[in-house]
């Protein structure tokens, strides 16, 4: 007999089954994410006929310019979530402050926390690009959310994920116990099962994932270390291959199923680093470490640092454990000598 064909409502379903609390409110928010998902998809593999290209001539809470894209799949997943009565809150990496449920619906007890479309600025080279989401139990009291329940580390969360919108659409997320994965079959309209229990190599493809662009604004350590990936340290006498599309969910995609590093670190630019803690590292840390890899601002878990701010900065490696273990001797190592952060 062939195997059964598995939609991600069924395997959503089959996963809440094994927790005899459940409510099915958690499973719900899941759905509603995969609905907001097809929705992006479907939007993104229109853009080149459709006026949604380029920028809206505002900027976001970094100063970025904001993609038309970026406002749409922000909208997008706002409304798919905001009245199930499912969530207390929600944050978005588009939106200054977090974002209250409106009062004319009714809140649950968890918070969601995305980054709506990252990487939208490479859409019109039609690059790979994603969403990622978190989700965190609500930690305060009172009906309504507070900021403080987004405020919460990594380790906290109980479900995180992405959706990568390349030559096919595929949805990841971990509750926990596993990562899996989903790919759209538009014929049909689902996400189907096609990629379970993933786990990353171990140490997997010798891969290397940065802007090397950056190399003289980094400190001696994270230059010694690129030094090594590049084969330019006689203890390495095999380099390893460089490839960076510049879009995050892409980048991590391609390493967490063929193994490797993904790196953004600080640099004189940006000494707490670039990317974003609660939207974009936090999130895919934990889903490497469910599949065997690891996560670390080069020094620490990145799931142990305590958020301060919504939008939190942090410097970021990701990957095989192996990989991100030797990243971390290298900067540990050379702390202190000539920093230039």
Request: hydrophobic letters at 40%; zero cysteines; aromatic letters at 4%.
């Given at each position: 007999m062939s195997q059964?064909?598995?939609?991600?409502?069924?395997?959503?379903?089959?996963?809440?089954?094994?927790?005899?609390?459940?409510?099915?409110?958690?499973?719900?928010?899941?759905?509603?994410?995969?609905?907001?998902?097809?929705?992006?998809?479907?939007?993104?593999?229109?853009?080149?006929?459709?006026?949604?290209?380029?920028?809206?001539?505002?900027?976001?809470?970094?100063?970025?310019?904001?993609q038309k894209l970026d406002a749409w799949a922000n909208e997008v997943i706002f409304k798919a979530l905001d009245h199930g009565g499912h969530l207390a809150c929600m944050a978005s990496e588009e939106a200054e402050d977090f974002i209250p449920i409106p009062d004319r619906f009714p809140t649950g007890k968890y918070v969601l926390l995305y980054d709506p479309l990252d990487g939208s600025s490479n859409i019109e080279a039609n690059v790979s690009i994603g969403t990622i989401f978190s989700i965190h139990r609500k930690i305060t009291s009172g009906e309504r959310g507070q900021l403080q329940d987004c405020l919460q580390p990594g380790h906290s969360q109980v479900a995180a994920g992405y959706v990568v919108y390349g030559s096919s659409t595929m949805l990841v997320y971990t509750t926990g116990h596993g990562v899996f994965g989903f790919t759209l079959d538009p014929s049909i309209g689902e996400f189907l099962l096609s990629h379970s229990s993933v786990r990353t190599p171990s140490p997997g493809r010798r891969i290397y994932s940065v802007n090397d662009g950056n190399y003289t604004n980094w400190s001696a350590g994270q230059r010694a270390f690129s030094d090594y990936l590049r084969g330019l340290d006689p203890a390495n006498p095999k380099p390893f291959a460089s490839r960076y599309t510049g879009s995050l969910v892409a980048d991590f995609h391609r390493n967490l199923l063929y193994g490797g590093i993904f790196m953004y670190p600080a640099d004189t630019t940006n000494p707490r680093g670039k990317l974003r803690l609660l939207y974009e590292a936090a999130p895919l840390a934990f889903i490497a470490e469910q599949a065997g890899g690891r996560g670390s601002d080069g020094y620490r878990r990145i799931l142990d640092i305590e958020p301060q701010q919504l939008h939190e900065r942090t410097p970021v490696y990701l990957g095989s454990s192996e990989w991100v273990e030797l990243a971390e001797r290298y900067l540990v190592g050379n702390r202190g000598q000539s920093e230039g952060v």
């Open positions: 059964p064909v598995i939609t991600i409502d069924r395997h959503i379903i089959e996963q809440e089954r094994r927790n005899p609390g459940a409510t099915g409110a958690f499973s719900n928010i899941l759905y509603d994410l995969a609905f907001a998902a097809k929705m992006i998809s479907r939007e993104v593999n229109m853009a080149g006929l459709v006026d949604i290209l380029g920028g809206t001539d505002e900027r976001n809470i970094h100063g970025e310019e904001v």
